[in-house]
């Protein structure tokens, strides 16, 4: 139970490093899309590992759900690019986000059954807070096309569902 | 309790118009409710028994309206839309079981 704890804790404080402003290369359009992006693939990858993983019916549910609203949102990130001719740049912050998160992935991996149900469920209800206070405290107000902030916004009322449904099922599960 | 019906409508409320729509006084109105922003069109909405109600998803993802007490469940796909007529007086609660956050209510008088 500590090791998980810490676990989780880890995982919070690194990834809310991750969104420390580069004041080498500030925020961008560019750069905030590949974070918001990068960040949507990050849970349609834990998604894919619950689907693969657990057999419980809840946490199927919740991982289908989490990887068709991530996906849906990202293909709509990456038409709004398109139609703005503008291509996401990778940035140290996505590249933390993704090492981190592969990070996980392999902590989460090595898990199995309930200890693995819960796992997961924890750090969707962790890594949905973070994205969400970055959302709402950086990237939102960085952004300057109007489309691209709109797009955030839908994204963060999204992903505030997420976290509470997260919540709730790590409820259920305790 | 309820059964699906397609008929014209004749008044839409508009994704982020809350106001009230108006009606014509013709039994079997018909309302259109946009979803759009993880938001139902209108929090709240009076209707009376025979109208119809037609929900329209405009928004990135899938949602549903579905009624509190299991007289429906319209599962909608992005830009997908379903209707339900409504037969039986009373308040309902009408949410997305995919993101049960959003939620509005029908009050269906005689």
């Known amino acids: ?174 | 309790m309820s059964r699906f019906s397609r008929r014209a409508f004749l008044a839409t409320v508009a994704s982020g118009a809350l106001a009230r729509p108006s009606f014509s006084n013709a039994a079997g109105r018909y309302l259109v409710i946009d979803i759009d922003k993880m938001k139902f069109g209108v929090s709240h909405i009076e209707l009376k028994a025979g109208d119809t109600v037609r929900w329209r998803n405009k928004d990135l993802v899938r949602h549903t309206a579905t009624a509190r007490d299991g007289s429906f469940d319209i599962d909608l796909p992005r830009g997908e839309e379903g209707s339900i007529y409504l037969v039986t007086p009373g308040k309902m609660e009408v949410y997305c079981r995919f993101h049960p956050g959003m939620i509005m209510t029908l009050s269906i008088v005689e």
């Open chain 1, 1 to 174: 139970m500590l090791k998980k704890i810490f676990l989780s804790l880890a995982f919070v404080l690194a990834s809310a490093g991750a969104f420390a402003q580069d004041a080498a290369a500030p925020l961008n359009d560019a750069r905030i899309a590949h974070i918001a992006y990068t960040a949507g693939q990050i849970d349609i990858s834990a998604a894919n590992l619950a689907l693969e993983k657990s057999e419980d019916a809840q946490v199927l549910a919740f991982a289908e759900l989490m990887a068709r609203d991530h996906a849906a949102v990202n293909e709509e990130a990456l038409a709004l690019l398109n139609r703005l001719d503008v291509a996401p740049q990778e940035n140290d912050t996505s590249a933390a986000l993704s090492s981190q998160a592969r990070e996980r992935e392999e902590q989460l991996a090595a898990l199995a059954g309930r200890e693995f149900d819960i796992a997961y469920v924890e750090n969707e209800v962790t890594f949905h807070k973070t994205v969400n206070d970055a959302l709402q405290n950086l990237l939102i107000p960085n952004a300057q096309n109007a489309d691209l902030k709109a797009l955030l916004e839908t994204g963060l009322s999204l992903f505030r569902e997420h976290q509470l449904h997260a919540e709730h099922l790590l409820h259920e599960m305790n």
